[in-house]
C-alpha cells in the first residue's frame, strides 16, 4: 500500500496496542514500533510494520509518537529518561507531537505537557475505551486533552483507531478516562450481582441476559461482558490489574478533590482482592468469578 501520511512511531504493542497499530496501517500509515518486550513488536514486523529495538535510532522524518504503555511511570521513563533529562524530549524535533494514550493520573499528563511544550513539544492525552474489540475493530471513543489545533491535526490518525472527542485542555482527556473507569469498574460489579442473584435463584442466566438487554438495565458491559461471566471466560480484553490502578487512580483524585466515592471505593476493595487470589491479569469481568466463589 502506498503510504500517504508521516511515519507514526508507536510505543506499546500489548492486548490494546498491536489492534491499534493494524488500523493505523490499514489507513494507510507508515508505522514503526516498539515495546518493551521485544518480541511482541517484532510480531507485528511481518505486517507492513517496522520493528525497532533501540529508540535511539529514532528516524528524524517521526514527529508524532503514540504511548501507549501501562503506567504513567513508564511513559516518564519513555519521554524523559530515568533521570528526567534524557528519553524521547531530547530526540524529537520541535513542531513534534506526543500522543499518551495510557491510562495515567491527571496530574502526570499535565506535568508531561508542561515539560514536553519546553522543547516546542506538542503533547495530547488521548486515553480510549472500547477494549480489546473497540481497538481491533476500530471503534474506540478516543478521549483527547489538549490544544485544538494539535487535536486537529492528530485527528485523521485517531479517526483511524475510533471516535474522537476533545474534551478540553491537557489532563481533560484523563479526566473522562477516571469517569469511565468508575462507570465500568461499578456496572461490572452490578451485572455480576445480578447474574448471581438469577443464579441463586434458579433461572436460566442466557435467558435473562436477554431479557435485560431489551429493557432500561442494558449496556454494552451486560452484552459483552454478561457473556463472559455466563460462559465462564475470562480471557483479558481488559485486565484486571489495570481497572484496580484505575480505580485507586480515581479514588486518589477523588479524596484530593473531597469527592465522595462509596461506590468506587467498594467495587476497588473487591478488585484488590482479585488480583491478590490471581486474578490480575484476568479479564476485569472476573469480579464475577470473585464473587461466584466466595
Known amino acids: 500500500m502506498q503510504q500517504a501520511h508521516a511515519p507514526i512511531l508507536f510505543l506499546?504493542?500489548?492486548?490494546?496496542?498491536?489492534?491499534?497499530?493494524?488500523?493505523?496501517?490499514?489507513?494507510?500509515?507508515?508505522?514503526?514500533?516498539?515495546?518493551?518486550?521485544?518480541?511482541?513488536?517484532?510480531?507485528?514486523?511481518?505486517?507492513?510494520?517496522?520493528?525497532?529495538?533501540?529508540?535511539?535510532a529514532l528516524a528524524p522524518?517521526?514527529?508524532?509518537?503514540?504511548?501507549?504503555?501501562?503506567?504513567?511511570?513508564?511513559?516518564?521513563?519513555?519521554?524523559?529518561?530515568?533521570?528526567?533529562?534524557?528519553?524521547?524530549?531530547?530526540?524529537?524535533?520541535?513542531?513534534?507531537?506526543?500522543?499518551?494514550?495510557?491510562?495515567?493520573?491527571?496530574?502526570?499528563?499535565?506535568?508531561?505537557a508542561e515539560?514536553?511544550?519546553?522543547?516546542?513539544?506538542?503533547?495530547?492525552?488521548?486515553?480510549v475505551s472500547g477494549g480489546e474489540k473497540g481497538a481491533i475493530e476500530g471503534t474506540l471513543s478516543i478521549m483527547v486533552g489538549g490544544e485544538g489545533t494539535r487535536v486537529d491535526e492528530s485527528r485523521p490518525a485517531l479517526e483511524a483507531m475510533g471516535r474522537v472527542i476533545h474534551i478540553g485542555p491537557n489532563g481533560c482527556g484523563q479526566l473522562a478516562k477516571l469517569a469511565n473507569q468508575t462507570i465500568v469498574g461499578i456496572t461490572i460489579g452490578a451485572v455480576s450481582e445480578a447474574l448471581?442473584?438469577?443464579?441463586?435463584?434458579?433461572?436460566?442466566?442466557?435467558?435473562?441476559?436477554?431479557?435485560?438487554?431489551?429493557g432500561f438495565a442494558r449496556s454494552e458491559i451486560l452484552s459483552q461482558h454478561g457473556q463472559r461471566m455466563i460462559d465462564g471466560n475470562f480471557t483479558p480484553g481488559a485486565k484486571?490489574?489495570?481497572?484496580?490502578?484505575?480505580?485507586?487512580?480515581?479514588?486518589?483524585?477523588?479524596?484530593?478533590?473531597?469527592?465522595e466515592t462509596p461506590l468506587l471505593t467498594e467495587v476497588a476493595a473487591l478488585y484488590a482482592e482479585l488480583c491478590k487470589k490471581g486474578g490480575a491479569n484476568l479479564d476485569h469481568s472476573a469480579l464475577y468469578k470473585l464473587l461466584d466463589e466466595r
Do not use: C
Open 196 to 214: 448471581l442473584l438469577a443464579k441463586a435463584g434458579g433461572a436460566d442466566l442466557a435467558a435473562v441476559r436477554e431479557a435485560l438487554l431489551g
Open 115 to 127: 515539560k514536553l511544550k519546553a522543547h516546542g513539544i506538542a503533547y495530547l492525552d488521548a486515553p
Open 240 to 259: 484486571s490489574e489495570v481497572q484496580l490502578k484505575d480505580a485507586n487512580t480515581a479514588l486518589g483524585l477523588a479524596d484530593e478533590l473531597g469527592v
Open 12 to 56: 506499546g504493542t500489548g492486548i490494546m496496542g498491536a489492534p491499534m497499530v493494524r488500523r493505523l496501517e490499514a489507513a494507510g500509515y507508515d508505522v514503526e514500533v516498539w515495546n518493551r518486550s521485544a518480541d511482541k513488536a517484532e510480531a507485528l514486523a511481518s505486517e507492513n510494520v517496522a520493528a525497532i529495538k533501540d529508540l535511539m
Open 61 to 112: 522524518a517521526v514527529r508524532t509518537v503514540i504511548l501507549m504503555v501501562s503506567t504513567g511511570a513508564v511513559v516518564d521513563e519513555l519521554l524523559f529518561g530515568e533521570d528526567g533529562t534524557g528519553g524521547l524530549q531530547g530526540m524529537l524535533a520541535p513542531g513534534s507531537t506526543v500522543i499518551v494514550m495510557s491510562s495515567i493520573p491527571v496530574q502526570s499528563s499535565r506535568a508531561q
